[in-house]
């Protein structure tokens, strides 16, 4: 390895220690789905996202409210003094990415077979600190 890319991986490295993420490889749901309880909770306040996900009827919420408990986890692991309701976490960044496919045939009448993609996902979500600028 260079010395630049070196350089630069342990940036990324220092960059990463700073903040608090958790990170869903592999879900077996189709990324579509997953997006759209994404799409539900981005940018909000973790205790409102923590409700949004568990009253959701959709099957992907539980798995992001899932996630969302191990980013909060994570937090509190690195910032070991302070309290999660007096930080005022918010989701700063998910992230849906498509995953590996499961390729299956099905049979199909005369014959002939179509082709079944069963897809899934890899999710991250990256928490932050609202400052307080109400003084």
């Known amino acids: 390895m260079g010395v630049r890319k070196r350089n630069s991986a342990e940036k990324l490295k220092e960059a990463k220690q700073d903040v608090a993420f958790a990170k869903l490889n592999n879900c077996p749901t189709s990324p579509r789905k997953m997006r759209l309880v994404a ?3 981005r940018g909000k306040d973790v ?3 923590m409700q949004i996900l568990r009253f959701s009827t959709k099957e992907a919420s539980k798995r992001v409210e899932k996630l969302l408990l191990s980013a909060i986890a994570n937090w509190q692991s690195k910032n070991e003094g302070e309290d999660v309701e007096q930080a005022n976490l ?3 960044e998910i ?3 498509g995953g590996s496919m499961l390729k299956r045939l099905r049979p199909a009448p005369q014959g002939r077979a179509h082709r079944i993609r069963k897809r899934s996902n890899h999710v991250t979500i990256v928490l932050g600190e609202r400052n307080n600028t109400e003084s």
């Open 95 to 97: 992230k849906v990415d």
């Open 90 to 92: 918010y989701i700063k």
């Open 39 to 41: 799409d539900l909770v």
């Open 47 to 49: 205790a409102i996202a």
